[in-house]
């Protein structure tokens, strides 16, 4: 069963860079796509950027595009979410989710078919 486990949040100026990592472990996390997800204090949760199992394809919300960069190695279980150029309005906590029926669309980053969830952690952007 796929186990997912977020790390690598922190506080942060505006302007700055974070790099966040979810851990995944069980047979099907490379066989499953893995988006990130983001929720604010009395916002919805909102799908940042994904990616496929194959890590070839890759899509982003359009708030964070040319900003925020996801990637996968496989031999470490680990998927990245590269954060540059932070604002304010980033500030929330970040959640990985996925699953082998998880489909990373290159439209957008969908809530569909999400079979886990790490626990999140959370980032601050503020001077």
């Known amino acids: 069963q796929l186990q997912l486990v977020e790390s690598g949040g922190g506080k942060v100026q505006p302007g700055g860079s974070l790099r966040l990592s979810c851990a995944g472990s069980g047979y099907d996390f490379d066989y499953s796509a893995i988006g990130w997800f983001r929720q604010a204090p009395g916002k919805e949760r909102e799908g940042v950027a994904c990616i496929t199992s194959s890590g070839g394809s890759t899509t982003y919300a359009d708030s964070v595009k040319g900003r925020f960069s996801i990637s996968r190695d496989h031999s470490r279980k680990t998927i990245y979410l590269q954060m540059n150029n932070l604002k304010p309005g980033d500030t929330a906590t970040y959640y990985c989710?996925?699953?082998?029926?998880?489909?990373?669309?290159?439209?957008?980053?969908?809530?569909?078919?999400?079979?886990?969830w790490g626990q999140g952690t959370p980032v601050t952007v503020s001077s």
């Open positions: 989710a996925g699953g082998l029926l998880y489909y990373c669309s290159e439209y957008a980053v969908g809530f569909d078919n999400l079979a886990s």
